[in-house]
């Protein structure tokens, strides 16, 4: 665009790293550039603008659940996870893999929870966001903007300080692929972050876990499994019915893993549904041969949502018979439940109730 303009490319450069890397929010701001180009682009009406935060929750676990507002008044929500001592946020289960020091606001690393989408496509049907409805597909540049704004609100700047990202927020990345993608390098080379500190979650898009698996900088996957067979999970997540058990785990199996790497799969247990050790031992047997880990996550249950969160009992049940199977299962915890900090859950709220 900065080249069809007549102009020398590396003033694109000089934008890029404006908007990433000192995070300026007018092309005023920009020092590096010739007067006369940027009143051109304030002319122009190029917008260098960030989505803003319109509102901001802090749970009393340090969990910050955003609202941000897009140019088109839209809004996605965005979550803050700091860690402290054996926290759980994010994908950052393997602990004491790495010596690790506090920094000095307490925490060894927090994880950025990034929608893709304004609302979803994809009707599983223990999820809020779903109940929602797909509006649009994010830009690649609201997707870095939710980024920014978090790390400028939480005054944190990678890669000095250890930032984990997981596309695991409002929307299906899968099913605004290229935007993903861009938003990922932009992040990479852009913001600062690793590739190796992103995970995306899929519902089960099968073809675009191929398109991943090729991709020269990408994000961990994870899979959003919820049911050990088709009958149960074709029910719970109908996107199974496009796409079911048989091709979802051949393009797990075929995935190529980096060194070290392991896919990931969520499993959301849901109260006398898909929590008895019976289906702990069907997930074990589907599982054989892959090289992954496990996350259980206990349901956040929601206004709209028929399923009870598991028992504790259950739940430990469940994780025992995974890891008997040589299956790597962590729980996850759930975060901010007193912000409404599930899938989808703040902003179906505010919808719901307008006054809090
Ligand atoms: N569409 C993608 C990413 C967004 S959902 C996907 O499906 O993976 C991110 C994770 O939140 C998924 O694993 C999903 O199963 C889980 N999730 C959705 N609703 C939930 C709820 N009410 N309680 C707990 N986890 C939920």
Not at 227 to 239: G, Q, V
Not at 255 to 277: C, G, H, M, Q
Request: overall charge negative; glycine content about 8%.
């Amino acid at each position: 665009m900065v080249a069809d303009a007549g102009h020398p490319a590396y003033r694109a450069r000089q934008l890029f790293h404006a908007l990433y890397a000192e995070r300026v929010s007018s092309a005023d701001q920009v020092s590096t550039l010739p007067k006369e180009f940027r009143s051109a682009l304030v002319s122009e009406g190029i917008s260098l603008g960030l989505p803003e935060i319109q509102k901001k929750f802090t749970s009393s676990d340090g969990t910050v659940r955003y609202l941000i507002e897009l140019v088109d008044h839209e809004t996605v929500e965005t979550v803050w996870m700091p860690e402290g001592d054996g926290g759980e946020a994010g994908d950052g289960s393997e602990a004491g893999a790495e010596i690790e020091t506090h920094n000095s606001r307490g925490w060894r690393r927090a994880t950025i929870c990034v929608s893709s989408q304004v609302g979803c496509a994809v009707s599983c049907q223990f999820c809020l966001t779903a109940l929602l409805g797909i509006k649009r597909n994010l830009s690649a540049g609201e997707i870095v903007g939710q980024v920014i704004a978090v790390l400028q609100d939480q005054k944190v700047a990678p890669p000095d300080e250890r930032v984990n990202l997981v596309f695991m927020g409002m929307g299906e990345p899968f099913l605004n692929y290229d935007n993903f993608i861009k938003a990922t390098r932009l992040l990479v080379e852009g913001v600062g972050i690793p590739e190796s500190r992103m995970t995306v979650s899929t519902a089960g898009i099968v073809p675009r876990i191929y398109d991943l698996g090729s991709e020269p900088v990408r994000p961990k996957l994870a899979i959003s499994l919820t049911a050990p067979n088709d009958a149960l999970r074709s029910e719970l997540m109908p996107i199974n019915r496009k796409w079911n058990l048989e091709q979802l785990m051949t393009a797990a199996r075929e995935f190529p893993l980096r060194n070290r790497e392991k896919i990931t799969f969520e499993y959301v247990l849901l109260k006398a549904v898909n929590d008895s050790p019976e289906h702990a031992r069907e997930l074990v047997q589907l599982l054989r041969g892959v090289k992954c880990k496990v996350n259980l996550i206990a349901l956040n249950p929601g206004p709209g949502i028929d399923f009870e969160t598991p028992e504790e009992a259950s739940l430990r049940e469940f994780q025992k018979i995974l890891i008997s199977g040589s299956v790597p299962a962590f729980i996850r915890r759930p975060r901010g439940r007193d912000i409404y900090a599930a899938c989808g859950q703040l902003k179906r709220t505010l919808e719901l109730e307008p006054a809090i």
